[in-house]
Structures are given as structure tokens and as C-alpha cells.
């Protein structure tokens, strides 16, 4: 069975969240920064920076956490992120070699 992972990225300004999965984080944000799909929301919206994210064994565990964070409010989903990365740095070095380790 496939990994999943859940992300969180939001804009430079931190005025917009979007919630994701995806099985390849690495690659799934690296078409987030290039704008890869230029009509999709996270392209329109500039969200680019990587805030949050979760590691699952099972694609499908990722799936369900996903869904539960998006029922969420705003103020649930800023906390979260505050938990491990309180001035809301871009992740995307940290995660690069995720898929090899």
C-alpha cells in the first residue's frame, strides 16, 4: 500500500490555507511552487508555502485526516500548525529527501 501525507500550504502573507494529500509530498509541492495546474486554487491564490503536514503508512489514513481537518474552522487548523512551526516557516527543505528515508 502506498504512504500518504496531508499538507497544509498557505500564500507569503499566510491569508489562505489550503488542505491536501497526496503519496509523493516532495513532488506534490514542488508543482504547488511551480503552479503546475494554472487554474487550480492553491495557482490562483499563490499558496506556495508548505505550513503543516502529516506522514501516514496507508494512503487511505491520509485521505480520512484530510477530511477531518477540512470540517475544521480556521482557528483549529491555525493551531495546528502552530504546533510545530509557530512562525510559520516553509517546510519544503525539511521534507525534499522524505521519500527516501
Do not use: C
Not at 78 to 96: G, V
Amino acid at each position: 500500500m502506498k504512504p500518504g501525507f496531508i499538507y497544509i500550504i498557505t500564500n507569503k502573507n499566510n491569508t489562505v490555507l489550503y488542505i491536501g494529500v497526496t503519496s509523493n509530498l516532495p513532488q506534490r509541492i514542488e508543482e504547488h511552487k511551480q503552479k503546475r495546474y494554472e487554474n487550480s486554487f492553491s495557482a490562483r491564490y499563490n499558496l506556495d508555502k508548505l505550513v503543516y503536514f502529516e506522514q501516514f503508512q496507508m494512503i487511505g489514513d491520509a485521505i480520512g485526516r484530510e477530511k477531518q481537518l477540512k470540517a475544521g474552522n480556521r482557528a483549529i487548523k491555525e493551531k495546528l500548525i502552530n504546533s510545530i512551526n509557530p512562525n510559520w516557516n516553509d517546510l519544503y527543505d525539511d521534507i525534499i529527501d522524505i521519500m527516501t528515508i
